[in-house]
């Protein structure tokens, strides 16, 4: 499609309205349509669009100081999100804890990487640099996240430029990659980690990696209770360190301030990003335990890495006024009953032929839609289900996250729901109205 842009589309076949406003739930247009977010455009935006008083908070650290060096300056802005991060993480982080401040997911996976193969040199065990991670994942689109990542289509150009360093099954109970039961099974997808590591050189192992939820590619994949226990264990008894990507999980989505305190586990490193400034600024965030900020400060003293940008004043700014905006409103509070409204609400789905699940935690939901509900088949791919279904939804003003491959890889179709945190009773019954006149459309029925 010819387009007079001068900027580089994500996708040159599509035609992207440009936005020019947004108020809670909504984007407006140029063109003066309104949209209900019902994604959080992609997990960020958590407390809803169109917040002036983040606005105000950056403008206010702009004008004292915008930007310092962090190999010649600390910020306060940075100082004290970090604080309030760590207060949030689970216990062993509080004290003696470090936040690495990036500009956004990928970057503090990066980071992460980077941090584990460190810590090993720090701790005299050389030997040790790959990360294992899971088939089905997503961890970012540089490319030593994307080493670690899982996400067949998003590696598939790539992989010549790719590490391999090992990838375990996902925990994925409705298409169970071992073709077990819950609670049957035994884990048997955790215990993969184990079975991984005695076949595979463990002592070259520095981290394990793992969305707690996955996002994106499984659309919202919950796993059973024990699965992130037994893998917190294997991690422990194997000396490898766990690293928990809350990128998109994390910041209260799931009703709690991470997925991970579901299950009372405590990783080493947690990835933060999207809603921890809610898209008001580019920002993300290593958290790193205490064993492993003292094995830096006991030997080297100085971790090779860094951006330019990194714990930027501004940015960090940004996320201390959307975390006050969070707690003056009791917002992580909020998630659970806005999630049961919605869930409630998409109840009235889950009987059409061709919904075959819908799962999630908190207000980030999955729906995943297959060509016979008994056998769990997908459609083949070339039947481009998701996104027919998005731009069905699309028509009706309702924004959605759509994504192809949560079976195999290639098949299986899925849209992911996660909505600021603000939703109305109303904004959710919207979107379902809009969901069932997209399967209409789309399937006929
Ligand atoms: C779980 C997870 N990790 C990492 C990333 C990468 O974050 P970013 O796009 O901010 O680089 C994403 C983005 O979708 C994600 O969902």
């Known amino acids: 499609m010819p387009s007079n842009s001068a900027l580089f589309p994500r996708n040159f076949r599509k035609d992207y309205p440009v936005a020019v406003r947004g108020e809670g739930c909504w984007i407006v247009d140029q063109a003066g ?31 004292r100081i915008a930007f310092a ?84 289509a998003r590696r598939a150009p790539y992989q010549p430029l790719l590490a391999e360093w090992g990838h375990i ?9 071992f073709d077990k039961k819950f609670p049957a099974c035994a884990i048997a997808c955790a215990n993969d980690l184990d079975n991984f590591l005695d076949s595979n050189d463990a002592a070259s192992v520095a981290a394990f990696i793992f969305e707690p939820v996955v ?21 422990r008894d194997r000396g490898i360190l766990l690293i928990a990507d809350e990128i998109m999980s994390g910041m209260g989505r799931t009703g709690k301030p991470f997925a991970i305190h579901h299950w009372n586990i405590e990783p080493d490193i947690i990835l933060v990003g999207k809603g921890i400034a809610s898209g008001y600024a580019p920002l993300g965030a290593a958290l790193v335990a205490p064993r492993i900020v003292e094995a830096f400060e006991r030997v080297s003293g100085a971790f090779q890495h860094g951006f330019t940008y990194q714990a930027h004043p501004v940015a960090t700014a940004a996320g201390n006024a959307v ?3 969070i707690e003056s409103r009791s917002l992580f509070e909020r998630v659970q009953p806005a999630a049961e409204i919605l869930r409630a609400e998409l109840s009235g789905l889950a009987s059409h032929p061709n919904v075959g699940e819908i799962r999630g935690l908190g207000l980030l939901l999955g729906i995943e839609f297959v060509k016979n509900k008994s056998t769990r088949e997908p459609f083949p791919n070339e039947d481009n289900i998701t996104e027919r279904i998005r731009q069905a939804a699309l028509d009706e003003s309702i924004l959605t996250y759509p994504t192809q491959g949560c079976v195999d890889g290639i098949n299986g179709d899925h849209i992911l729901l996660a909505p600021p945190f603000i939703i109305s009773r109303e904004e959710s019954a919207q979107i379902v109205r809009a969901l069932h006149s997209a399967l209409q459309k789309v399937f006929h029925t």
């Not at 983040?54 to 702009?62: D, L, P, T, Y």
């Not at 300056?73 to 760590?86: D, G, I, M, V, Y």
């Not at 699965?227 to 917190?232: K, L």
Request: hydrophobic share 35%.
């Open 33 to 63: 349509r309104r949209y209900l977010d019902a994604s959080g455009q992609a997990a960020v935006v958590n407390i809803g669009h169109g917040i002036a008083e983040i606005g105000h908070a950056m403008a206010e650290q702009s004008s």
């Open 215 to 235: 996002g994106a590619t499984l659309g919202a994949a919950v796993p059973p209770d024990g699965y992130a226990q037994r893998i917190a264990e294997i991690c």
């Open 69 to 152: 060096h962090t190999t010649q300056f600390h910020s306060e802005p940075a100082e004290k999100l970090a604080r309030r991060l760590l207060a949030l993480a689970p216990q062993n982080f509080r004290s003696g804890g470090r936040v690495y401040f990036t500009s956004g997911g990928s970057e503090a996976t990066e980071t992460a990487i980077k941090l584990a193969r460190q810590f090993h040199l720090e701790s005299g065990q050389l030997s040790r640099y790959r990360v294992v991670s899971r088939h089905q994942s997503y961890h970012g689109s540089t490319l030593g996240a994307m080493t670690v990542s899982g996400n067949v």
């Open 323 to 325: 975390l006050d905006y």
């Open 169 to 177: 099954a996902p925990c994925f109970c409705y298409h169970c990659p």
